[in-house]
């Protein structure tokens, strides 16, 4: 329903109203106008009492504050030289044995370029492996 009354629309629940704003009580615009009971006024119908609340807008990332837009948006990028870059990777170490990296890297980068970087673990590795331009590589640490 993509709806939305206006001042003076007849009331789409009764038919019969039209919708208007209800007298503001307690405004306080003389101090700092537009005040919060100015601002927080339903368009109501003057006969059966509906209230048209209005969708509220969409979140996105530019209403999220920057420091939780740092811990939970921010993912790595790391330049490798020459247009080769990895990004979006992590890391699992919950094995304890290997450190499983994944993430993505631009088409120029190579396996080579993955092991550079990483660097195999004190028991070798596994991978890397390219494909989509998503890489994976396991690290082998004990
Ligand atoms: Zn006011
Ligand atoms: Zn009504």
Same mark, same amino acid.
């Given at each position: 329903?993509? @709806?939305? #009354?206006?001042?003076?629309?007849?009331?789409?629940?009764?038919?019969? !109203?039209?919708? $208007? @704003?209800?007298? &503001?009580?307690?405004?306080?615009?003389?101090?700092? #106008?537009? %005040?919060?009971?100015?601002?927080?006024?339903?368009?109501?119908?003057?006969? %059966?009492?509906?209230?048209?609340?209005?969708?509220?807008?969409?979140?996105?990332?530019?209403? &999220?504050? #920057? !420091?939780? @837009?740092?811990?939970?948006?921010?993912?790595?990028?790391?330049?490798? /030289?020459? =247009?080769?870059?990895?990004?979006?990777?992590?890391?699992?170490?919950?094995? =304890?044995?290997?450190?499983?990296? *994944? /993430?993505?890297?631009?088409?120029? &980068?190579?396996?080579?370029?993955?092991?550079?970087?990483?660097? $195999? /673990? *004190?028991? =070798?590795?596994? =991978?890397? *492996?390219? $494909?989509? /331009?998503? @890489? $994976?590589?396991?690290?082998? *640490?004990?």
């Amino acid at each position: 329903m993509s @709806f939305e #009354p206006e001042e003076g629309d007849q009331c789409p629940e009764c038919r019969a !109203g039209n919708m $208007s @704003f209800p007298p &503001v009580e307690n405004c306080s615009c003389h101090i700092a #106008p537009p %005040c919060h009971a100015c601002t927080n006024r339903l368009l109501t119908c003057n006969t %059966c009492g509906w209230e048209f609340e209005p969708p509220k807008p969409k979140a996105s990332w530019r209403s &999220v504050a #920057p !420091g939780i @837009f740092a811990s939970h948006i921010h993912r790595p990028s790391k330049d490798l /030289g020459n =247009g080769k870059r990895i990004f979006d990777y992590s890391y699992d170490s919950s094995s =304890g044995s290997t450190m499983h990296y *994944t /993430g993505r890297c631009t088409p120029e &980068v190579t396996p080579q370029d993955i092991l550079d970087y990483f660097e $195999s /673990g *004190t028991f =070798g590795h596994r =991978g890397p *492996t390219i $494909s989509n /331009g998503r @890489f $994976s590589f396991t690290k082998i *640490t004990d």
